[in-house]
Structures are given as structure tokens and as C-alpha cells.
């Protein structure tokens, strides 16, 4: 979670009046932090904020927040915003590349040193939180008086603009800049394959900034800054409104002015920012059933204020207006929240118990931790792997049968496309990224994996080695079987993921629980590996469900 390093001073005069350092460490941590740093007679502070409120990541945000929190400025912060006549124009040459752009300017900041780490740190969080190390979004922040508008946003040829970067004295062309300047080597990754790169550029075609890689030195901003130009690139238009409108307001709260930009996008043209706020309906009488109170719309009103929003009722209906700084807030469920925290986490719970107890574990952890001893003391190594995978390890590799899985909508990568359904592939790649390693390898999982819907707990066990046999896989089966107390019954089975001859099912009760044997030889070339495998899986649902009140 992102630390936030400053001043308690400065904290104090952004409030608007000294508030006791034992008050901000009882308090700041119920809005949604942990203290990392406060002593009585220092002045330095640090606070670790939760990941779901950026509006916070800088002294300027959290005295926005404290002032509601406190009782001192209650209700939704609103912030005037003029049109500067200022122009930016948005190439439609960026929309494969990096494709929205929004931007808006700051006038009239006294800019002291304090507030430069500010506003150094609160970009940098930024970055790394919202922005995913700049891959979805990237902030540039600017001295206004050095350049001229209107801007224009457009990609262009590595080779064709030379500039400064950030930080340097020497000019450099963009191509230049990823493999010789630390930020460009640092983030080259971003526009890897791309044969143009996005470019920000004034009227005198004078460079402010390379996103999402460096900023232009003509532009940098320092204690003499006055006016200040912000924009943000990336590919989620709603966290770029949410990182720009995060840093317009947080620089309005050392007093300066906000102005709008005209932006043209083709044939679109509309004012940044805009600080048009969201606005949400919820039942009280639903929201006390998910928090467990008993709070009158007027409470609840009383609450949300407190954490900077409006609100008003009309009956149960509760009616929210949410700024649009504040990211957090996207469903009913979110408001509930503030609701909570805006009434105390300190007001929560009754009358507590006096009376003597002792915790235990749940007969299925239980059951889980006496199997692990018993691999423990067959030879067996345990390892802990992903619930996700993907088809083809799954299923086209191991041949093992087809059964109906649950797939991921959105997958990141091809590698995490569904939830397994066995834990084998999992315990393969497990070998295959050990090729290097010594042999034997003898590793085990008792883990989940989702069939039709419901979670299931397995077991897995499996060797590799110069040699391997069916004789010593069966062995260790029916060594764990026996351990587990359950009557059983081995049959042959034509699952090709075994050589011919080389395989059994497990029978529970009439019922098919597992299998286990020798890995045909293309299965296992298939996992890249050299070694014969030998491997158990087991369902340990049924053998819980007869024996968990008696076994062990």
C-alpha cells in the first residue's frame, strides 16, 4: 500500500487550524490508513493509505479528507472552474497507441518545497497504483509560462523530434531516450512494438512531454512556478478523468485556481476537466441490514458528510452526490462503506463476552493438515500453485477428460484463460520450470480446483526421475489411502494421460475419486520435459464428508 511522507505542519495549515498530533494518529487510521510514523515534538509524518482512495496519496488530499472527517468543513468540496480559451488537439493518429488524452491547467500556486515533494510524490503513487507503473495511465505536470498553446497530441517517427528529456542536458530523439535515458530504459516496454510514439507538442512545436516515458526539461517545475499545465494519457478514460481531476484539485487546495482546456478530438470538442459529480441512490433500510445498524436516514446523512459527499432522503431513499475525485465510490456497496466508516468503526459491536474459549481449526483444515504430514512422510515436497490456468496445459497437453470449466470474461493473458479442474497440470509446470534442478523431484498440493460450479478440494502427488514405475506410484496411492482410512477399489482405465497398461481409477463407495500411474511419454514431451512422471490425483470430498468426524 502506498506511503505518504510529510510535513505535520504543513498537514496542520492545509486543515486550517493545529489540530493535536495524538488527534490525526486516533484518527486518520479510521478514515482508512495506518500510521507509519508520528512522534509528539516531530514534525515528520507518514501514513500508509489504503489502495482504494488515490484522492489521498498527497498532504493536500488528506487535509481535504480530515477537514470532512473531522467535523471542520463537512459535505462535497467543490472546486470553480473557469475556461482558460486555451486549446489542445487530439491526433486521431494516437488512438492505436495510447488513445485518450485529458488535460486542464492550475494558476496561481505558491510552490514551495514542501509542495514540490508533494506533488513529486503524489504523481509518482499515482503512477504506480492507478496507473499500473504507467502502463494504464501516465500524468505530466508542467511550468504553463515556458510554453505556448495551443498543444497538440499526436504520435510521430522515433527518429523525427529531438528534445531534452527530463533530468538531462544533452538533446535526444525519442529512440534515443528508451535505450539511453534510466526512465526510458525503464519503461521502453510500454511502446514496444509500435513504429511511432505518442508526443506532446505546443504551438512552437516545443516538446512538453514524451508519454508515458519523460516530461521535456523546458517545462520543469520548480519553486518559481507559478501556473501549471497537467496532462494524462493512457487507455482507460475513466481512470485518466479520475488521475487529472486527483491532481487539479489536490494543487486547488494550496490555492490555486482551476481552468478548463477546449478539447478537439476529431469532431468532438469538450471542456477539461470536468468536475460534473455522480450521483447515487441507495435504500437505508438495506444498507443497515448490510452493516448491522439501526442508523436513521439522518445519521446516515450526518455520516456521509463527514466523508465528503452530500446527501439528502426522502423516506428510505438515501440520494448521494459523489465528487469525482473520489475513485472508490462505484456501487451502493461502496457508499455502505462510507456510511460505516463516517458513523466510526468505534461505535460498532456490543456488549463483549466474558466467557472462556478456545478457537480449533475446521475439520476440513484439519483433515487438510494431517494429509499434509502424511505426504510429508512419504518423501513428498508441498507446493502451492494458482487456481488459474489455461486449455491446453489443461487439457489438449494431459490429455486428461474434458469437463465443463469456469471461464475467466476478461483474461490478462492466454496463460490464465479458466479455473482448473485438476491439479496435474499445475504440479507439471511445476517440474517444467525445474528441469535444471536435481533428480528425483517429489512434489504434492492439497489444493482447490472448480467443477460444475463448486470448489473441491484435491489432492495431488507426483515423482519424476531417471526412472519411474507404476508398481511404486500405486504403492504410494494405496500408502495414502490407507492413512486416510477409506475402503477402496482400484480398476484399469483407458485415460490416455497414462501409458497403455499403465493407469487405474480409484473407486470410493462405487463412485470414481481419483487416479493415478505412469505419464505417457507425448504428455510428458508435451510439458517439455525429459523424465518419466508418475502422479496421483484425488478427490477428498467424499473420503471428508464419511470419515471427517472420526478419521485422525
Known amino acids: 500500500m502506498p506511503v505518504i511522507s510529510f510535513k505535520y505542519s504543513d498537514l496542520c495549515t492545509l486543515i486550517g487550524q ?30 500508509e493509505f489504503f489502495p482504494d482512495r488515490p484522492d489521498m496519496y498527497s498532504v493536500e488530499g488528506t487535509a481535504r479528507s480530515m477537514r470532512a472527517f473531522l467535523g471542520l468543513e463537512t459535505g462535497m468540496k467543490t472546486y470553480e472552474v473557469k475556461k482558460s480559451g486555451s486549446e489542445v488537439f487530439i491526433d486521431k493518429s494516437v488512438k492505436d497507441v495510447r488513445p485518450y488524452f485529458l488535460c486542464g491547467i492550475v494558476r496561481g500556486v505558491d510552490i514551495d518545497e514542501n509542495m514540490l515533494k508533494s506533488i513529486m510524490e503524489m504523481q509518482e503513487k499515482l503512477h504506480t497504483t492507478i ?3 504507467r502502463k494504464k495511465l501516465a500524468i505530466g505536470i508542467h511550468d504553463l509560462d515556458k510554453v505556448n498553446a495551443p498543444f497538440t497530441y499526436r504520435l510521430a517517427e522515433p527518429h523525427s523530434i529531438r528534445f531534452v528529456p527530463l533530468a538531462k542536458t544533452e538533446e535526444m530523439d525519442m529512440e534515443e531516450i528508451l535505450t539511453k535515458h534510466e526512465k526510458g530504459r525503464d519503461y521502453a516496454h510500454l511502446l514496444k512494438g509500435y513504429d511511432q510514439y505518442p508526443i506532446i507538442l505546443d504551438r512552437d512545436n516545443n516538446v ?29 478514460r475513466k481512470a485518466v478523468k479520475g488521475a487529472l481531476d ?31 459529480p455522480e450521483t447515487y441512490t441507495f435504500s437505508a433500510a438495506e444498507c443497515n441490514r448490510y452493516l448491522g445498524t439501526k442508523l436513521t436516514p439522518t445519521d446516515m446523512v450526518k455520516a456521509l458528510n463527514k466523508m465528503g459527499l452530500d446527501a439528502k432522503f426522502h423516506g428510505d431513499t438515501m440520494h448521494v452526490t459523489v465528487p469525482t475525485y473520489r475513485l472508490d465510490i462505484m456501487h451502493k456497496v461502496d457508499l455502505f462503506e462510507d456510511v460505516a466508516v463516517g458513523y466510526g468503526f468505534e461505535n460498532f459491536g456490543g456488549v463483549y463476552s466474558l466467557r472462556q474459549t478456545s478457537g480449533g481449526l475446521e475439520p ?28 491446453k496445459d489443461e487439457y489438449e497437453i494431459s490429455k486428461l477428460p474434458w469437463l465443463d470449466n469456469v471461464r475467466v470474461l476478461n483474461p490478462a493473458t492466454e496463460d490464465v484463460t479458466c479455473l482448473r479442474t485438476y491439479l496435474m497440470p499445475s504440479l507439471v509446470n511445476i517440474l517444467k520450470h525445474n528441469k535444471h534442478r536435481d533428480l528425483p523431484q517429489r512434489i504434492f498440493e492439497v ?10 478440494a484435491h489432492l495431488c502427488a507426483m515423482e519424476t526421475a531417471s526412472k519411474v514405475s507404476f508398481t511404486g506410484i500405486k504403492s504410494i496411492t494405496e500408502s495414502v489411502l490407507r492413512e486416510l482410512g477409506c475402503e477402496y ?64
Open 246 to 276: 486527483i491532481v487539479c484539485t489536490s494543487l486547488a487546495e494550496r490555492g490555486g485556481k482551476i481552468e478548463s482546456v477546449t478539447m478537439h478530438s476529431g469532431n468532438v470538442t469538450f471542456q477539461s476537466p470536468d468536475f460534473t
Open 131 to 133: 496507473g499500473r507503473k
Open 18 to 47: 493545529d489540530v493535536p498530533m495524538e488527534t490525526l494518529t486516533d484518527r486518520i487510521p479510521m478514515i482508512g490508513a495506518d500510521i507509519e510514523h508520528a512522534e509528539a515534538g516531530c514534525d515528520d509524518m507518514s501514513v
Open 489 to 552: 477399489e482400484l480398476k484399469p482405465t483407458d485415460i490416455k494421460t497414462f501409458i497403455d497398461g499403465r493407469g487405474a481409477e480409484i473407486y470410493f463407495k462405487g463412485k470414481s475419486i481419483g487416479m493415478f500411474g505412469e505419464m505417457a511419454i507425448d504428455v510428458v514431451t508435451g510439458y517439455e520435459i525429459a523424465h518419466p512422471i508418475a502422479f496421483l490425483e484425488i478427490d477428498l470430498g467424499p473420503i471428508i464428508a464419511e470419515h471427517k468426524d472420526t478419521m485422525f
Open 364 to 391: 476440513i483444515n484439519s483433515f487438510s493438515e494431517n494429509i499434509r504430514d502424511v505426504m510429508v512422510g512419504l518423501g513428498f515436497m508441498e507446493v502451492m500453485t494458482l487456481t488459474l490456468i489455461n486449455d
Open 447 to 456: 489444493g482447490n480446483v472448480v467443477r460444475n460450479n463448486v470448489t473441491e
Open 208 to 236: 512538453l512531454s514524451f508519454p508515458p516515458i519523460i516530461n521535456g526539461s523546458l517545462t520543469t517545475v520548480t519553486t518559481e512556478t507559478k501556473n501549471l499545465f497537467i496532462d494524462v494519457t493512457g487507455f482507460d
